[in-house]
T-cell receptor
Framework: GQNIDQPTEMTATEGAIVQINCTYQ??????LFWYQQHAGEAPTFLSY????GLEEKGRFSSFLSRSKGYSYLLLKELQMKDSASYLC????????????FGAGTTVTVRA | DVKVTQSSRYLVKRTGEKVFLECVQD?????MFWYRQDPGLGLRLIYF???????EKGDIPEGYSVSREKKERFSLILESASTNQTSMYLC??????????????FGDGTRLSIL
């Protein structure tokens, strides 16, 4: 089974940086996804990590350490539109395509 | 862009009714998934399907069934709705066979209330 933990809520100021941590304990590992979900909308894909290290995509970066069972999503130069829930999801090493999701972190950006 | 369309945004039904939630995707994805999303619990997988007429149980299949008669359509069925099935239901789809980095694409969700 999977156990995926992330903080429930975070608040930051416009223009600042926020780091959302995700720890996981899984029976296997075959990649970690980050999704963004605005209130009342569909989750949308942000990033995928399967190897250790940092993946950068514009203002958003995602880091993975497989040995520590740890990932973070880094949001830089925060904008009001970044206020959303951020979901961490892990794929186990089975042959299927299922994901196990954390409960999500609600980020509020204040002016 | 991938489009995953769920038939209703909001639905109100009564206890004991049989409820159908429909999902259609337009990207020829092999995999389709049904989740429910509840505060503090995140997304939990109900059922998924890798191909037409195939289905697999997820983590919380009790009280639900699914149907996949066509590749683009995946239906979730609540056989006899109960109040504890009040939730947000999300459908997703993804490619199969192109590597595990293929993300799932989600619909906007159906907020279902059982009275």
């Amino acid at each position: 089974g999977q156990n995926i933990d992330q903080p429930t809520e975070m608040t930051a100021t416009e223009g600042a940086i926020v780091q959302i941590n995700c720890t996981y304990q899984t029976s296997g590992f075959n990649g970690l996804f980050w999704y963004q979900q605005h209130a009342g909308e569909a989750p949308t894909f942000l990033s995928y990590n399967v190897l250790d290290g940092l993946e950068e995509k514009g203002r958003f970066s995602s880091f993975l350490s497989r040995s520590k069972g740890y990932s973070y999503l880094l949001l830089k130069e925060l904008q009001m539109k970044d206020s959303a829930s951020y979901l961490c999801a892990v794929r186990d090493e089975g042959g299927d395509y299922k994901l196990s999701f954390g409960a999500g972190t609600t980020v509020t950006v204040r002016a | 862009d991938v489009k995953v369309t769920q038939s209703s945004r909001y639905l109100v039904k009564r206890t004991g009714e049989k409820v159908f939630l429909e999902c259609v995707q337009d990207m020829d994805h092999e995999n389709m998934f049904w989740y429910r999303q509840d505060p503090g619990l995140g997304l939990r997988l109900i059922y998924f399907s890798y191909d037409v007429k195939m289905k697999e149980k997820g983590d919380i299949p009790e009280g639900y069934s699914v149907s996949r008669e066509k590749k683009e359509r995946f239906s979730l069925i609540l056989e006899s709705a109960s109040t504890n099935q009040t939730s947000m239901y999300l459908c997703a789809s993804s490619f199969r066979g192109q590597g595990f980095n293929q993300p799932q694409h989600f619909g906007d969700g159906t907020r279902l209330s059982i009275l």
